[in-house]
Each structure stands twice: as structure tokens, then as C-alpha cells.
């Protein structure tokens, strides 16, 4: 399939991608680990070799690297798919920093796996956030993803518990909503939070966008 889409440098896209025919590319934690990691090793001008940058995410910070091809601004990794919000940054940029990220990582999952072919579907989708509303509704949206997780049918019934689902979310280690609210972590180096417009002045702007869409759906009392 192919993508029909043009990237522009200084706008904002949804890129996004899953498993062909739908299976988990993410089994175990060490496989969110080494895709955290690739997402700051392959955002680079340099080939990526994490045999010799270090192949944890502690590692290639210290390790460092060129000049980046394109701004991370949110992500979200579920086990069968992900997601981010991109803004183009050079002239192709997300389109190397995709083909890099993909092809490293299918590298590592089927050397680790012992299999060969594809792991995700050929060409990554793509939509332009070319306005403020969509791009807002992106960053809820992305970083709700978890909640299936816990509530498969939290969109078709609502929200039983949204302290629990709130809790989840900020412990859910394979996205950016903690780097959202303020947390202090490694990952944190991998984002351009501040290339976003000032939607979100503080933690607690931000907490309170994504309790709205929670709030949208929470599951009516029945009588």
C-alpha cells in the first residue's frame, strides 16, 4: 500500500505502523527497551550500530550522536503497533528516521527470534496534523492507547475507574505521558515536547486534556 502524503518541513504528523497481520512486535520488556532506544539512536544524521554505541538507551545517550532528522514530540508503544507525533525537521527526514527505525528494529527482532521476513507492515501510515484541534486531540489520543490494556472496551462502554485508569497511565513506561507530567527520567532526552505550541503549560494542563477524554467516556450508571 501506498502512503499518499508529503512531508513538510515544520509541520506535525500522526506516523504510525503494526505488526503484519496484526502480531506482537513487542513480546517482552526487552523488546520496548531496544525500540525506546532506537527511537533516540536512529533519530541521527550517522548509521546506527548499537553494537558499538551500546545497546541500552543509557548507553547511547552517553554515547551521543549527529545531528537529528526529525523532532519526537510524543509516542506510545502498544504490543502489536506504535505511534508518534513527528514534525519534520529536514528535507526527508521522517521518512529516513522510519526507514532507519523499522529496519533496525526488525533486524534485532529476528535475530533474537531466529526468524526471517517482515515484522511490520511495509509502508507506515501517515496523517498531517495541519491544525491545532487535531494536533491537540492527537497528544489525548496517542497517550490513551494504554488503556485497552486494561478496559478493551473502554470506547464502546466508557470508563469504569478513571483513578485507575489515570494510575495506569502514568506508570505505563512504553510511552511519553510521563515525561508529560513532569517526570524525571532517560527517556525524556529522546522528545521535543517544546516544539508543540503551548498547549500544555504545566503537568496539570496536561493531565486535565487527557481526564477530559477520559471523562467522555466513562460508563454511565445503569438503572
Given at each position: 500500500?501506498?502512503r499518499k502524503?508529503d512531508?513538510?518541513?515544520g ?6 505502523n ?8 513487542f513480546?517482552?520488556?526487552?523488546d520496548?527497551?531496544?525500540f525506546i532506544?532506537l ?11 548499537l553494537?558499538?554505541?551500546?545497546e541500552s538507551?543509557e548507553?547511547?545517550?552517553?554515547t551521543g550522536r549527529?545531528d ?17 507525533v513527528l ?6 527526514g521522517?521518512s529516513?528516521?522510519m526507514?532507519k ?9 529476528n535475530e ?10 511495509s509502508?507506515?501510515r ?9 494536533l491537540k ?8 492507547n494504554?488503556?485497552k490494556?486494561?478496559?478493551p472496551k ?7 475507574d478513571?483513578?485507575?485508569a489515570?494510575k495506569?497511565l ?16 532517560q ?5 521535543k515536547i517544546g516544539?508543540?505550541?503551548?498547549y500544555?503549560?504545566s ?13 467522555f467516556?466513562i ?5
Amino acid at each position: 500500500m501506498s502512503r499518499k502524503i508529503d512531508f513538510s518541513i515544520g509541520e506535525f504528523y500522526h506516523v504510525y505502523n503494526r505488526g503484519v497481520d496484526k502480531r506482537k512486535i513487542f513480546p517482552s520488556k526487552t523488546d520496548y527497551r531496544r525500540f525506546i532506544t532506537l527511537l533516540f539512536a536512529c533519530n541521527s544524521e550517522r548509521p546506527v550500530n548499537l553494537r558499538e554505541q551500546g545497546e541500552s538507551l543509557e548507553d547511547a545517550l552517553a554515547t551521543g550522536r549527529t545531528d537529528t532528522l526529525t523532532n519526537i514530540c510524543a509516542y506510545c508503544l502498544m504490543p502489536n503497533h506504535f505511534h508518534m507525533v513527528l514534525r519534520e525537521k529536514t528535507e526527508r527526514g521522517i521518512s529516513r528516521f522510519m526507514q532507519k527505525l523499522q529496519t533496525a528494529y526488525t533486524m534485532y527482532f529476528n535475530e533474537r527470534n531466529r526468524r526471517t521476513g517482515a515484522l511490520l507492515e511495509s509502508t507506515f501510515r501517515a496523517s498531517h496534523a495541519n491544525t491545532d484541534e487535531y494536533l491537540k486531540y492527537l497528544i489525548s489520543y496517542i497517550h490513551l492507547n494504554p488503556v485497552k490494556l486494561i478496559e478493551p472496551k473502554w470506547k464502546e462502554t466508557g470508563i469504569a475507574d478513571r483513578p485507575r485508569a489515570e494510575k495506569f497511565l502514568q506508570s505505563y513506561a512504553h510511552s511519553s505521558y510521563p515525561d508529560y507530567t513532569s517526570s524525571t527520567r532517560q527517556e525524556s532526552a529522546i522528545l521535543k515536547i517544546g516544539e508543540l505550541p503551548e498547549y500544555f503549560e504545566s503537568a496539570l494542563d496536561f493531565k486535565s486534556a487527557v481526564r477530559e477524554w477520559l471523562e467522555f467516556n466513562i460508563k454511565s450508571p445503569k438503572g
